[in-house]
């Protein structure tokens, strides 16, 4: 395998898993590496070098490609009562045998108000993310067609390094609770692959309205209830809860329903077909061991997504199509068949101080396909290094089909300012 030349390295710096960098890990990263008190920084910039080895199911050979990144979030005040918030992220991505390209996400750009009590009130592009579920969030309504460049499949990856939405959101705060309302707009229905587009047409397609109320009924038990509407669609309602059953496991439930087309039928694979409700659910629990080590268990359900007898039917029919069905179910984070399993696993300090492991694999119980992801991460006071290894595993018509590509290494080197 031609990442042979990666060795070395690897054999003089520890390497280690953790979850991707994402905003809030840039800022804890950051925080984490000042060894004195120092000033809260305004802005956080980091920069990425990565180098990839990808192997393929047919007869192609193997390839080698890059990615480099910069990155940058910046929170800072305007005002006594006013504060501005800019995240960014720009990808150039090369790869043998293909053309180099370069995304830029702009994940955030707001002015926020507060009244100084109870009353908040933003406006702009915020990446608004909902759901207590791991990896599948049925109530993150904004989710959809939000990612513009896929730099690693981990969950909380996915979560922060996509698109905001344009949105206007107001919220009022009391002891026990808040209340949340929001409007985006539509901006345009197309949307754009330019290097420098804010993208509009993916996150503001259409118009879009939500409500969340969160009270607290218990010291421990403090359930969140949102009520969501899209243009010419109906309402989709939702439900989180979260609750510690002890001093090291907290369980969690969350679940959306409403009436609306099948997810087949959304992608265009069925013709138009009458709408009916569905549920959709993700639910499990965390485990904390005195060791920091922390494992999750997570059943998802999406009732919009081929039953069992559906999916192997589907999986009859004609490979490019089936593609075109995954593809948008991946595009819009649904589950492309009914149920899946999952597991995740994460481990701080392993053996090692700084060394940390992280790893997961989703499963498909209908047609047993699974992909499975690792990194392991070694960081320093203001870099780290990574290594991330991935494999797909099932037919090649499966919901995890490792069709074209089969396994891929990434070796990671992250800088922060």
């Not at 920069?47 to 979030?73: F, M, Q």
């Not at 013709?271 to 485990?287: K, N, V």
Request: proline fraction near 5%.
């Amino acid at each position: 395998m031609r990442i042979r030349w990666l060795l070395p390295i690897l054999a003089v710096c520890p390497v280690a898993v953790a979850q991707q960098d994402d905003d809030a890990a840039a800022l804890a990263l950051a925080d984490r590496a000042q060894t004195e008190a120092d000033a809260p920084r305004a802005c956080v910039e980091y920069a990425e070098a990565a180098l990839t080895e990808t192997t393929y199911s047919d007869s192609a050979p193997s390839s080698a490609g890059g990615r480099a990144s910069v990155n940058i979030r910046c929170d800072g005040a305007l005002g006594e009562r006013w504060r501005a918030v800019f995240s960014d992220r720009l990808d150039y991505f090369w790869a043998q045998r293909a053309s180099a390209q370069a995304v830029n996400t702009l994940k955030e750009a707001y002015v926020s108000f507060r009244d100084g009590g109870t009353e908040l009130f933003d406006l702009g592009r915020i990446n608004v993310r909902e759901g207590v579920g791991f990896a599948y969030n049925p109530t993150d309504y904004f989710r959809a067609d939000a990612v513009r460049a896929i730099v690693s499949i981990d969950p909380n990856t996915l979560r922060d390094e996509r698109l905001g939405t344009l949105v206007a959101r107001s919220q009022t705060l009391w002891s026990s609770g808040s209340l949340t309302a929001l409007y985006a707009p539509r901006v345009s229905a197309e949307p754009s692959t330019s290097t420098f587009s804010p993208d509009l047409g993916a996150t503001n397609r259409s118009g879009r309205w939500e409500l969340i109320l969160s009270q607290r009924w218990a010291a421990d038990f403090q359930p969140q209830l949102s009520l969501t509407g899209t243009e010419h669609h109906s309402p989709q309602a939702g439900l989180n809860l979260t609750y510690l059953l002890n001093s090291a496991t907290v369980a969690y439930l969350e679940w959306s329903g409403g009436r609306g087309p099948s997810n087949l039928a959304a992608s265009g694979y069925l013709g138009a077909e009458p709408t009916a409700f569905h549920s959709r659910l993700s639910t499990g629990f965390t485990y904390t061991t005195p060791y920091e080590l922390s494992v999750t268990l997570e059943y998802e359900y999406d009732g919009a997504a081929p039953s069992r007898s559906d999916w192997a039917a589907i999986r009859r029919n004609a490979v490019a199509s089936n593609v075109q069905y995954r593809e948008y179910a991946g595009s819009q984070a649904e589950l492309a068949a009914r149920q899946n399993l999952f597991g995740y696993a994460h481990w701080e300090d392993l053996g090692i101080p700084h060394l940390d492991l992280t790893a997961f694999v989703r499963f498909d119980p209908y047609d047993h396909s699974r992909v499975t992801w690792a990194e392991a991460r070694y960081h320093w006071r203001h870099a780290g290094l990574a290594l991330q290894w991935q494999r797909r595993a099932g037919a090649a018509t499966s919901d995890f089909a490792p069709w074209p590509v089969r396994q891929s290494w990434l070796a990671l080197l992250d800088y922060y300012f």
